[in-house]
């Protein structure tokens, strides 16, 4: 492997491994595949094994390291980087987690080593964690778009009913790479509306549940119970201070509980879009924040 440093065990090929894969990025909204992969991290017994080289994958300029300063005095660079863990339930199969910072550069080489590395496990399943902006409203439950290698995986879980072209994220290519190797690719992507800036832990939660489903094991959630409770008070109070947002959010009601596909037919005249309702959203919480 070329660019993966490997500083751990990792679990053998008799034990069925999943490969689970969540990157921040676009296909990252409101951090619901990280902020889950952190909390699966955290589940159960975790260790780290590996990180890839994060100079082989960054601008640092870019995406540039934090670094504190007390009063003074300089500690040490936060690298952004990949890395592996390996995290294992009580029953079931363990869990080879890749997380971390979308990589600038060098994707073939990191999916050449993840594959090479799936084959060194003998793991056959591959589970991505995403989130993606969608004309869906906050007041409604999280819906998971579904991607796989296999027909039968989506007609049971449900497949989109579009065909789209999109800029790919590092994590759908490391998802098509996987699938050219042989595993059985499953990619759940939460949707999260497009108006929504910063976290949005439901779409987390409901990522962790299909997670658990997939694995055949209970994941414990509840810790996002009170953050989701806040983060939809907020929402809805900041909705609430302006009409237009607030007409908007109904007619996206309207099309969520109609099932249509995008915004065709929403009709009532040209709507705000979604970084005009973000920003609307961000000016009220900056208001109450200042409070």
């Known amino acids: 492997m070329d ?105 073939q080489a990191l999916c050449n080593d993840l594959v090479e590395l799936a084959a060194e496990i003998g793991a056959t399943r591959y589970i991505g964690l995403g989130s993606v902006p969608g004309p869906v409203p906050h007041t409604r439950p999280v819906r998971v ?28 290519v490391i998802e098509t790479a996987l699938r ?17 800036a910063g976290e949005y832990p439901l779409a987390a939660q409901v990522l962790m549940q299909r997670l658990g489903d997939q694995l055949g094991v209970q994941l414990d959630t509840a810790s996002l119970d009170d953050e989701i409770a806040t983060n939809r008070e907020r929402l809805d109070v900041a909705a609430a201070g302006s009409s237009e947002i607030t007409e908007h959010i109904e007619q996206l009601e309207q099309v969520y509980d109609d099932d249509l596909a995008d915004d065709a037919g929403l009709g009532g005249g040209p709507l705000p879009t979604g970084d005009q309702i973000a920003a609307e959203l961000e000016r009220f919480l900056r208001n109450q924040a200042g409070e």
Do not use: K, M, N
């Open 145 to 172: 778009t579904s991607t796989s290698s296999d027909p039968v995986v989506l007609d049971r879980i449900g497949r989109p009913h579009e065909r789209i072209i999109v800029p790919a994220s590092c994590q759908v």
């Open 3 to 107: 660019l993966l440093l490997l500083d751990g065990p990792l679990p053998s090929p008799d034990r069925d491994p999943v490969v689970v894969v969540a990157l921040d990025g676009w296909t990252d909204a409101g951090r619901g595949g990280t902020l889950a992969a952190e909390l699966l991290r955290d589940q159960w017994s975790s260790r780290h094994v590996g990180r890839f080289d994060s100079d082989s994958l960054y601008d640092y300029r870019d995406r540039r390291p934090l670094l504190a300063i007390d009063e003074g005095i300089l500690g040490d660079p936060e690298w952004p980087s990949v890395d592996v863990h390996v995290v294992e339930p009580p029953v079931g199969p363990p869990v080879v987690l890749i997380e971390g910072a979308e990589p600038d550069f060098s994707w």
């Open 180 to 196: 050219d190797a042989g595993l059985t690719t499953l990619g759940l992507w939460a949707r999260v509306p497009h108006y929504v």
